[in-house]
C-alpha cells in the first residue's frame, strides 16, 4: 500500500486547487456591492446625540398636544390640563434639558 504523497494530501485535506475561482467569485461578488462607506466616530455620536434630542423634545410637544387635545375634545377641565401639563413638565424637562445641555456643549 502506498501513502500519498504531500501535495495530494493537501489537495484532500485543502481543496484550494480551485482556490482561483473561489476566490474570483468572492472578489466579484465584493466588488459588485458596495460597502456604505464608514464614518469617523465623532460624527457617529454627533448625529446620535442629535437623534437623540430630537426624540425627546418631539416627544415632548406630542404629550403637551395630547393634554390640550384632551382640553378641548374630551371635555377635560383646565385645572385637569394644567395639571396634566405639570406631570409631563415634571417627569420630561429634566431629561430633556440634560440631554440638551450634553448635545450644545459638545457643539462649542
Known sequence: ???PDKNQQRKAVDPKEDGEKT????FTLAS????F?????PLIREKAAKYIALGLVYGYMF???LCFINLFFFGGTVAETVELIKTVSAVLLGTIGAVLGYYFSKGT
Open 37 to 41: 462607506p464608514m464614518e469617523p466616530l
Open 63 to 65: 404629550l403637551v398636544c
Open 1 to 3: 500500500m502506498t501513502t
Open 32 to 35: 459588485e456591492v458596495a460597502p
Open 23 to 26: 476566490s474570483q467569485v468572492e
